[in-house]
T-cell receptor
Framework: GAVVSQHPSWVICKSGTSVKIECRSL??????MFWYRQFPKQSLMLMAT?????????EQGVEKDKFLINHASLTLSTLTVTSAHPEDSSFYICSARVSGLAGEQYFGPGTRLTVT | SQQGEEDPQALSIQEGENATMNCSYKTSINNLQWYRQNSGRGLVHLILIRSNEREKHSGRLRVTLDTSKKSSSLLITASRAADTASYFCATERMDSSYKLIFGSGTRLLVRP
């Protein structure tokens, strides 16, 4: 149980285009999902918290108009990178939190974005 | 900085030896979690230790937590080549946000 999927697993796009990444909790409901970015050989940096039915909350320094997050259902959150640039190339990982006081977070397999 | 610190940054050991990784953090926490990541892949949850716990075991893994020093350690006993990966600690903030703040990670290489 507690499987999180991401789609696509990798994507190459041209500079200036937008890319949508989906994050799904397959066998549980997640009122809260998180989006992280990871550059090569670095740790995960939290970008934003996605709450079902409400606006996402973004970490300091993350442009909310560039990284659009939608959490329309209890099993799906999407991250859209708008007007992508080469510096947006990164590994994007989502996680979904299991409800409860000491809930574990389960991570998706990640999406490798390359902007040319 | 958002991140906690881990040391060592990299660790190379022989198969069968024990590996110890340390993590320090900055804020009060609900729990601390350890994750493993193989190169270019997603994260695998290893173990969660709550703020009121001091030690926890899971198979070959042993985790300690010292909230007074804001530090934790992960011990992998009898290491195997398949344990080669990056290991991250992550702390869940003591607020209602459930945010995880990750440490800088330790790259472990287990030589066969």
């Amino acid at each position: 149980g507690a499987v999180v999927s991401q789609h696509p697993s990798w994507v190459i796009c041209k500079s200036g285009t937008s890319v949508k990444i989906e994050c799904r909790s397959l066998d549980f409901q997640a009122t809260t999902m998180f989006w992280y970015r990871q550059f090569p050989k670095q740790s995960l940096m939290l970008m934003a918290t996605s709450n079902e039915g409400s606006k996402a909350t973004y970490e300091q320094g993350v442009e909310k108009d560039k990284f659009l997050i939608n959490h329309a259902s209890l099993t799906l959150s999407t991250l859209t990178v708008t007007s992508a640039h080469p510096e947006d190339s990164s590994f994007y990982i989502c996680s979904a939190r299991v409800s409860g006081l000491a809930g574990e977070q389960y991570f998706g397999p990640g999406t490798r974005l390359t902007v040319t | 900085s958002q991140q906690g610190e881990e040391d060592p940054q990299a660790l190379s050991i022989q198969e069968g030896e024990n590996a110890t990784m340390n993590c320090s953090y900055k804020t009060s926490i609900n729990n601390l979690q350890w994750y493993r990541q193989n190169s270019g892949r997603g994260l695998v949850h290893l173990i969660l230790i709550r703020s009121n716990e001091r030690e926890k075991h899971s198979g070959r893994l042993r985790v300690t937590l010292d909230t007074s020093k804001k530090s934790s350690s992960l011990l992998i006993t009898a290491s195997r080549a398949a344990d080669t990966a990056s290991y991250f600690c992550a702390t869940e903030r003591m607020d209602s946000s459930y945010k995880l703040i990750f440490g800088s990670g330790t790259r472990l290489l287990v030589r066969p």
